[in-house]
């Protein structure tokens, strides 16, 4: 065995560390072997191949020829910098059949056994890059064959005129595809909310597949309901004259149920078979829309999922094993601002990063861990561009002071209140012993006050009438509300007050949350439907979702974070679908 030297900690990493994760990736490690020709080391990561600049670390061999060069460095060196000493050996793999500006193998890699980064040299601008493991040998077979120069001249080619677009839904794929020409890995799309980002990038996906830029596609979004909304974009988008995107390219999704669409939508879901995810294919061109929750389990298992808010997992998410990097050529992240703790940021870049891949970012609300992880915004369009154009509505601030989510709640000695058991909802009155404070912050976590909630419920119904009696109809209204727990439940306290202050019956307020049965097919009914004409939610319509007609938007919860607060101010501020005079309500 090697004694305690400098090159004995390589070693040692080397037999620990970098030959399990290259053996993960269906590498044979074998010794060279001076009396074996290159054939019969198909798949093989060769050990100390000789090149004439010294022997390297890995030779990665397929179908006769070296592929790539593995050198690797002992755990504590950073590898990003070895490429060169990897790059060195490159040029001395004389007997190569390729010859890259003397440069004689495609691929290079440097890793320490925890860090790998890669640079495809056949291009002297392809950047090197940080991956999460070692490409499989059909990933660098098929890598070989693929031009990505000449599928972005193809791209360039190709008309961006379909009738449906508008302008700024042009520039954003232009500044797209320019950021992809120059070898872009990470970019960011920010257009305000309700200006057609999705049916945006479903344009830039038929770009991208018609030129064979990418071909695998994931379609990422972090709510069932914005999933199914993907779908049926895809589904109902025509590139073509008389052909749907989805009888071109194939479409998958998670499962859904039958309700989950309008009745008068034919197309049925398919769900991605696993060989796709397990076992990508050249052959393979389709778009695969799915939550980043489900991505997580995919990947990590049920254990790595974060607090979702009032959103279910279905039940048959399960985790697949081995899930190769190359899997998908691009992914589009819907809604890429989440991450609002800093748990859920590291499990939502691991889900991003497993893959090496094309990442564009899709948001209305940029923010700094969004641009620190997508880098370059390639194309902006802010929500006062798209008011000034007339694409969107602006709005007006209506404000209903209320002392108690003001300064909190006192209850004074001897006064009755209701104790509420949250395990099993049963209900006792009691008299206070002593006074009690209760901060702001408390309101609906701690105490409520069945009475504040009426009364603001009463101004809103005022308002609301005023509107009627206007606009010809009732506004549609999406109430949030702080919680929606078992017993405790605010969602379930407003729904049941605003029941008896509009006095129009179970259908008129409605909750839709994670909790309802078929929340999706209650969003549904909410944007195609007269009734209901109000509605309670929490977390569930906060981003994404397209309600066009909605007009009043009420915040009966706090919203700490700005990047939330304009993703749902935005659920209003889209042009109505039946109410073309839909306008803000007057101060």
């Known amino acids: 065995m090697p004694g305690s030297s400098p090159s004995n900690s390589e070693w040692l990493t080397r037999k620990k560390l970098i030959d399990p994760r290259l053996e993960a990736a269906g590498w044979k490690v074998v010794p060279f072997d001076a009396g074996k020709n290159l054939s019969a080391f198909n798949n093989c990561a060769i050990e100390e191949y000789p090149t004439e600049n010294g022997p390297a670390d890995y030779a990665l061999c397929c179908d006769g020829k070296i592929l790539a060069i593995v050198e690797g460095k002992k755990l504590t060196l950073g590898p990003q910098n070895v490429l060169t000493q990897a790059e060195r050996y490159s040029r001395g793999v ?8 003397g440069l004689r193998v495609p691929f290079l890699y440097s890793t320490n056994g925890e860090i790998i980064w890669h640079h495809d040299i056949r291009n002297e601008q392809s950047r090197s890059r940080r991956i999460t493991n070692f490409h499989t040998p059909e990933a660098l077979t098929e890598k070989l064959t693929q031009n990505f120069e000449t599928a972005c001249e193809r791209l360039f080619q190709i008309p961006n005129d379909h009738p449906r677009l508008r302008p700024y839904q042009i520039e954003a794929n232009t500044g797209t595809e320019r950021a992809i020409a120059n070898r872009k890995r990470h970019m960011l799309v920010a257009m305000a909310t309700g200006t057609g980002k999705t049916f945006t990038l479903v344009n830039q996906v038929y770009r991208l597949m018609k030129s064979g830029v990418a071909k695998r596609i994931l379609f990422m979004v972090d709510r069932r309901a914005l999933a199914a909304q993907a779908v049926r974009a895809f589904a109902s988008f025509e590139p073509e004259p008389g052909l749907k995107f989805d009888k071109i390219y194939e479409v998958y999704s998670q499962r859904f149920q039958r309700e989950d669409f309008d009745e008068n939508e034919t197309f049925d879901p398919k769900v991605l078979p696993a060989a796709y995810l397990k076992d990508p294919q050249p052959s393979h061109a389709f778009v695969y829309v799915c939550t980043i929750q489900r991505m997580m389990i995919n990947l990590f298992g049920r254990n790595a999922i974060f607090n979702i808010g009032d959103e279910e997992i279905e039940e048959d998410a399960d985790k697949f094993p081995d899930i190769p990097i190359h899997a998908f050529d691009l992914i589009i992240a819907d809604e890429c601002h989440r991450g609002y703790t800093a748990s859920e940021l590291a499990i939502w870049r691991d889900t991003l990063d497993h893959f090496d891949a094309i990442k564009v970012g899709l948001t209305a609300t940029p923010a700094a861990h969004t641009t620190t992880y997508f880098r370059d915004v390639v194309y902006r369009y802010e929500y006062e561009r798209a008011v000034r154009e007339g694409y969107l509505v602006d709005y007006d601030l209506v404000t209903i002071k209320s002392n108690v989510r003001l300064r909190g709640v006192f209850l004074n000695e001897g006064e009755q209140v209701g104790i509420v058991n949250p395990e ?5 009155l009691d008299l206070l012993e002593a006074e009690r404070q209760f ?16 009364k603001i419920l009463e101004e809103i119904k005022k308002f609301a009438l005023e509107h009627e009696e206007r606009c010809g109809r009732f506004p549609k209204t999406l109430i949030f509300a702080v919680n929606d727990m078992p017993h405790t439940s605010h969602a379930d306290q407003l729904v049941d007050i605003a029941r008896d202050v509009f006095g129009q019956g179970d259908s008129f307020v409605q909750k839709i949350t994670g909790r309802v049965d078929r929340p999706l097919q209650r969003i549904r009914e909410f944007r195609n439907r007269k009734l209901p004409g109000v509605v309670v939610t929490v977390d569930l319509l906060s981003t994404g979702v397209d309600i066009p007609d909605l007009e009043f938007i009420v915040f009966l919860r706090p919203v700490k974070s700005r990047i939330l607060f304009e993703q749902m101010l935005g659920r209003g501020t889209r042009k109505g679908e039946h109410y073309t005079d839909k306008e803000a309500v007057p101060k």
């Open 94 to 101: 004389t007997s190569s059949p390729f010859n890259f500006n």
């Open 439 to 454: 901060d702001s912050t408390d309101i609906e976590d701690k105490v409520t006050s069945p009475d504040s909630n009426k």
């Open 424 to 428: 099993t909802g049963s209900e006792q």
